[in-house]
């Protein structure tokens, strides 16, 4: 079945560690995204890429990496950087760009990020 | 710059009264507006989306939605609301005019039902 896997499900952390989250997607979508999500905050952006190679940061990119090399991968680095990164993550994709940007998100289960 | 508002942090609806969850935007160009639903430690589900065309939008599991430009409005409705349906619910805008696939979510809005 097509979708996106993100792991680990779950994930800790001790201070000043940085740890890489995984999101692999098969659905053949030129367009991926991280998000983080807190309570009573909704979903915030932190990265998107519209095509490998290329990415761009979202409204709370501090702290964070990513990377596109392939077009079904799209890792997300949580550095020490990140003074708040308990939190849970959120990896999606959208479709290609011949289908115009109306396209909306699939989104992988999540990552859960604690730190000790 | 593009932003959502979810008014309300949570509504209670009885089983079978219709339910209304509320969304307002700002974008500086054409507006692409979405639904999802999120149930608990789960990613999110796509309920339904306004792209141009009928300001009603049918989608997934009865829900729909009015674009109302004037207003700058995109609420989700159901006529009977299920318990099932209890759950978190994000409004996200995107900037048709831009050409990019930047997309913004609300805050969210809890959902209960009750028997």
């Known amino acids: 079945d097509g979708g996106i896997t993100q792991s680990p499900k779950y994930l800790f952390r001790k201070e000043g560690q940085n740890v890489t989250l995984s999101c692999e997607q098969n659905?053949?979508?030129?367009?991926m995204y991280w998000y983080r999500q807190d309570p009573g905050q909704g979903l915030r952006l932190i990265y998107y890429s519209q095509i490998v190679n290329d990415f761009q940061k979202g409204d709370i990119a501090e702290g964070y990496s990513v990377s596109r090399e392939k077009k079904e991968s799209f890792p997300l680095t949580v550095t020490s950087a990140q003074k708040n990164p308990t939190a849970f993550y959120l990896c999606?994709?959208?479709?290609?760009?011949?289908?115009?940007?109306?396209?909306?998100?699939?989104f992988g289960e999540g990552s859960r990020l604690t730190v000790l | 710059a593009q932003s959502v508002a979810q008014p309300e942090d949570q509504v209670n609806v009885a089983e079978g009264n219709p339910l209304t969850v509320k969304c307002t935007y700002s974008?500086?160009?054409?507006?692409?507006l979405f639904w999802y639903v999120q149930y608990p430690n789960r990613g999110l589900q796509f309920l339904l989306k306004?792209?141009?065309?009928?300001?009603l939008v049918k989608g997934s599991y009865g829900f729909e939605a009015e674009f109302n430009k004037s207003q700058t409005s995109f609420h989700l409705k159901k006529p009977s609301a299920l318990v099932s349906d209890s759950a978190l619910y994000f409004c996200?805008?995107?900037?048709?005019?831009?050409?990019?696939?930047?997309?913004?979510f609300g805050a969210g809005t809890r959902l209960f039902v009750k028997a």
């Open positions: 974008v500086s160009g054409n507006p692409y």
């Open positions: 306004y792209i141009t065309g009928d300001n």
């Open positions: 999606a994709s959208s479709p290609s760009r011949e289908k115009g940007i109306g396209g909306e998100l699939f």
């Open positions: 996200a805008v995107r900037d048709g005019s831009t050409g990019g696939f930047k997309t913004i």
């Open positions: 659905l053949n979508h030129d367009a």
